[in-house]
């Protein structure tokens, strides 16, 4: 009974040091598992930063766009100064970004009024803008298939 003892406490204690082995190993994998919570906690945080401040570039460009619109619209058009244009919004065409030998892409205004819309319009039919020693033209934002059935009906493209 003495040796059954002897076994059984030897037993024992090789199992716990077998527990106490893959308990060290566990708490190695947590520390590990721990740390790359933390970085990527950290990366995550200055993501969000960077995003912030793309976000506040961008309503930045956005404003700016919109004045220098409005601007031009006014100095080239001789609109009134008491003619309010509400800009809604103005932003660059969703097309790629040109090679520097090709023209630019075009620029979407939306005004919060019709009627300004068209005045805007009438006005820039009627007198040739140039913008940096570049024409620009005035139009209704018409969608592709529109445009290329105006361009069929004048002639001006191939169908």
């Known amino acids: 009974m003495k040796e059954e003892l002897e076994h ?5 204690n090789q199992r716990l040091r077998e527990t106490a ?54 100095a080239e058009l001789s609109l009134p100064s008491e003619m309010e244009l509400q800009i809604q919004r103005a932003h660059r065409a969703l097309a790629p970004k040109p090679n520097s030998d090709q023209p630019p892409r075009s620029i979407i205004v939306n005004f919060l ?16 803008i140039q913008y940096e020693g570049r024409a620009l033209s005035f139009d209704h934002n018409y969608a592709m298939e529109v445009i290329q059935k105006r361009k069929e009906y004048t002639g001006g493209g191939e169908g």
């Not at 994998?29 to 790359?36: F, G, V």
């Not at 906690?41 to 570039?57: F, R, V």
Request: avoid cysteine; charged fraction near 40%.
């Open 113 to 128: 009024q019709y009627t300004v819309k068209e005045t805007v319009l009438k006005k820039a039919w009627q007198k040739k």
């Open 21 to 74: 082995k893959e308990l060290a190993s566990q708490a190695t994998r947590i520390d590990e598992a721990e740390q790359r919570v933390g970085e990527i906690e950290s990366w995550s945080m200055e993501a969000n930063e960077a995003l912030l401040e793309t976000l506040k570039q961008q309503r930045a460009l956005q404003e700016k766009l919109t004045e220098q619109e409005e601007q031009l619209l006014r």
């Open 8 to 12: 059984f406490k030897r037993d024992i």
